[in-house]
């Protein structure tokens, strides 16, 4: 059973820092695109950040520069770094993993900023 479990969400200040992690059990992570998504009270859900099997990463525009996506092939994982946060970064962040196949989420980390 493949499982995508996030974890590091929590209340931020404005302007501060956070890191995410998501750990991927169940099937082979090393072909997998892995990416983050987030979902706004209200709203759809938006492409954060992706990184390929080969390293190529891909941002949305909203958070180049301030967003940074990693992955760790040996334990399976995918992060995503948080900087500088804005009040209109609060959203429950899902972690997900992708191939031409096969298509995985997790179930969410809420993420708040607020002062």
């Known amino acids: 059973q493949v499982q995508l479990v996030e974890s590091g969400g929590g209340l931020v200040q404005p302007g501060g820092s956070l890191g995410l992690s998501c750990t991927v059990s169940g099937t082979i992570f090393n072909v997998y695109t892995v990416g983050w998504y987030r979902q706004a009270p209200g709203k759809q859900r938006e492409l954060v950040a992706t990184?390929?099997?080969?390293?190529?990463?891909n941002y949305a525009n909203s958070v180049k520069g301030r967003f940074t996506i990693s992955r760790d092939n040996a334990n399976t994982a995918v992060y995503l770094q948080i900087n500088i946060m804005k009040p209109d970064a609060t959203a429950v962040y899902y972690c997900?993993?992708?191939?031409?196949?096969?298509?995985?989420w997790g179930k969410g980390t809420l993420v708040t900023v607020s002062s």
């Open positions: 990184i390929t099997s080969s390293g190529s990463r």
């Open positions: 997900n993993a992708y191939s031409t196949a096969n298509d995985y």
